[in-house]
């Protein structure tokens, strides 16, 4: 299906309202007596027919752009796994209310989930009477989630959190301010000894009494004893679809309209090291086995709440195609050699096993227990990240290429080398182009597939971007550049797949 030009959601009336800013300046500024003239014919005969299905989004973990920001849980470091494996460990951004005379803190390795072995024990040494009194407000921990929670007058809000301790307890679970001072909800948690002396699950609402931009979770007592706690979680009842997206971010995706979903990135696919790349198969399942990893690229710890299920979802639930670029034994500091890399091209093949799979098969029945039994649409596979340099990408390509296909001959394959080097030896069904320049080279490249063959594998620009000092936080000047770029792909929209994949960013 098709689209008139004109009709593209205003894309092109945004260039144009740009165009005539800039000759508005240009013309105060020209010199008296002086005018400028811009002509635009958007005369019928004039429009362009554009696929629909031609724009969509490329996502990655990037800037907290999922872990803090489109995945809606709101506590940080939910597990405790952050510090890494070894303990005690750092437990930030968690912090304690009180001071080492009543309260020690430490994490431990006494988790129930051998995947994520590590939780936090709280040891209290004051009481509500007696010699060791409590602090009036108790003691206990907090945390401050992503820069402050969001916490919103009157709107629900799911926690769970698995706790232990053989001592009995009076604690109190409340969203406050960042200071404590202010109490937007609460919730107590009594037990005689013996009643959590096994980990347990235990859930419940929280309603706000009144907003808070800049609030915090916090878990305190004034009773004495010691209690574990492990994968503590603060969760919108509202998120989008239910699929556990913020609302307000996830809305604004779907009114982009995308028709094409590229996830989970590029280098944090990678890893600067393969110890922390992204591996798909650990972040599916319960969300609170899981191990997490490090995102060692951008700098944090990501809990993978937003996992291969969750970006396949948001993909259907945007209604768009998704693209699953997917580690092909590659960081950014190491390769696996092709005698070894059959482990990873598995990998791969399960993935769409995962992804497409009857419920019946091993990974398809995974899927099915998310609660997902319907195969997801997955037709497009991108084979790493920028690695067409690296020494042994194009014979691991091949054994990836010979696998997929074998499995799934439907499936189409996109590379990371350039049209030049795609041959019946080297196959690919498309190519990646990543475009990031100044404003004068972006506008040049409006014409980049100008002069490029008709036939052959279609291209797929999945990265484009003004940068350097040109581009600065936004530039009227580097969003026109960004502009004429895409209208120069509208040009050449032949080039492009027959699916519609063609550029997004």
Same mark, same amino acid.
């Given at each position: 299906m098709a689209v008139p030009r004109r009709s593209l959601d205003g894309r092109l009336f945004w260039v144009l309202g740009l165009v005539c800013a800039m000759y508005q300046i240009f013309f105060v500024r020209s010199a008296a007596g002086q005018t400028a003239q811009l002509s635009v014919n958007a005369s019928p005969q004039n429009t362009q027919m554009i696929p629909e299905n031609m724009f969509g989004i490329f996502f990655e973990e990037i800037n907290h752009a999922g872990a803090g920001g489109l995945w809606?849980?709101?506590?940080?470091?939910?597990?405790?796994?952050?510090?890494?494996?070894?303990?005690?460990?750092?437990?930030?951004?968690?912090? /304690?209310?009180?001071?080492? !005379?009543?309260?020690?803190?430490?994490?431990?390795? *006494? @988790?129930?989930?051998?995947? +994520?072995?590590? %939780?936090?024990?709280?040891?209290?040494?004051?009481?509500?009477?007696?010699?060791?009194?409590?602090?009036?407000?108790?003691?206990?921990?907090?945390?401050?989630?992503?820069w402050g929670m969001?916490?919103?007058?009157?709107?629900?809000?799911?926690?769970?959190?698995? /706790?232990?301790?053989?001592? !009995?307890?009076?604690?109190?679970?409340?969203?406050? *301010? @960042?200071?404590?001072?202010? +109490?937007?909800? %609460?919730?107590?948690?009594?037990?005689?000894?013996e009643d959590f002396k096994e980990w347990t699950k235990v859930e419940f609402d929280l309603q706000s009494s009144e907003r808070n931009p800049n609030?915090?979770?916090?878990?305190?007592?004034r009773t004495s004893g010691i209690v574990w706690f492990d994968q503590v979680s603060l969760m919108p009842s509202e998120t989008?679809?239910?699929?556990?997206?913020?609302?307000?971010?996830?809305?604004?995706?779907?009114?982009?309209?995308?028709?094409?979903?590229?996830?989970?990135?590029?280098?944090?696919?990678?890893?600067?090291?393969?110890?922390?790349?992204?591996?798909?198969?650990?972040?599916?399942g319960?969300?609170?086995?899981?191990?997490?990893?490090?995102?060692?690229?951008?700098?944090?710890?990501?809990?993978?709440?937003?996992?291969?299920?969750?970006f396949l979802q948001l993909a259907e639930d945007l209604g768009a195609c998704p693209v699953w670029v997917v580690n092909d034994g590659a960081s950014r500091n190491e390769q696996v050699p092709s005698a070894t890399i059959a482990a990873f091209v598995k990998d791969v093949v399960d993935g769409i096993e995962f992804a497409r799979g009857d419920p019946g098969t091993s990974w398809g029945s995974v899927r099915a227990a998310m609660g997902h039994p319907e195969p997801f649409q997955l037709n497009y596979i991108s084979m790493?990240?920028?690695?067409?340099?690296m020494h042994y990408y194009k014979e691991n390509y091949r054994k990836f290429y010979s696998a997929i296909k074998a499995s799934y001959p439907d499936i189409k394959i996109i590379s990371s080398c350039d049209r030049s080097t795609i041959s019946p030896v080297e196959p690919a069904d498309l190519?990646?182009?990543?475009?990031?320049?100044?404003?004068?080279?972006?506008?040049?490249?409006?014409?980049?597939?100008?002069?490029?063959?008709?036939?052959?594998?279609?291209?797929?620009?999945?990265?484009?971007?003004?940068?350097?000092?040109d581009a600065g936080r936004g530039t009227l000047v580097a969003a026109l550049a960004e502009a004429a770029f895409l209208i120069g792909l509208e040009r050449n929209r032949s080039l492009y797949s027959t699916s519609g994949l063609a550029s997004w960013r």
């Open positions: 809606a849980e709101l506590v940080n470091n939910r597990g405790f796994e952050a510090g890494g494996p070894n303990t005690p460990s750092n437990i930030d951004p968690w912090l /304690i209310i009180g001071d080492e !005379s009543n309260i020690i803190v430490a994490t431990d390795r *006494s @988790s129930c989930f051998a995947t +994520n072995p590590i %939780a936090l024990r709280m040891e209290v040494l004051c009481e509500s009477s007696g010699n060791d009194v409590c602090p009036p407000g108790g003691v206990g921990i907090y945390n401050p989630g992503f969001n916490i919103e007058e009157a709107k629900v809000y799911k926690v769970s959190m698995y /706790i232990m301790s053989s001592d !009995s307890m009076d604690l109190t679970v409340s969203l406050t *301010s @960042s200071d404590g001072l202010q +109490n937007l909800a %609460a919730y107590t948690i009594t037990a005689d000894k609030s915090r979770l916090q878990l305190t007592t989008y679809m239910r699929h556990g997206y913020r609302k307000d971010l996830a809305s604004m995706l779907a009114n982009l309209k995308p028709k094409i979903l590229k996830f989970p990135g590029g280098n944090y696919v990678m890893g600067n090291y393969l110890s922390n790349a992204f591996r798909w198969s650990e972040t599916v319960p969300w609170e086995e899981r191990p997490g990893h490090f995102n060692d690229v951008w700098g944090y710890w990501t809990d993978d709440g937003l996992g291969f299920f969750e790493g990240n920028q690695e067409c340099s190519y990646d182009v990543h475009v990031y320049t100044s404003s004068g080279d972006m506008f040049s490249k409006s014409s980049m597939f100008d002069s490029t063959p008709r036939g052959g594998p279609k291209a797929i620009v999945s990265e484009y971007a003004v940068t350097g000092n």
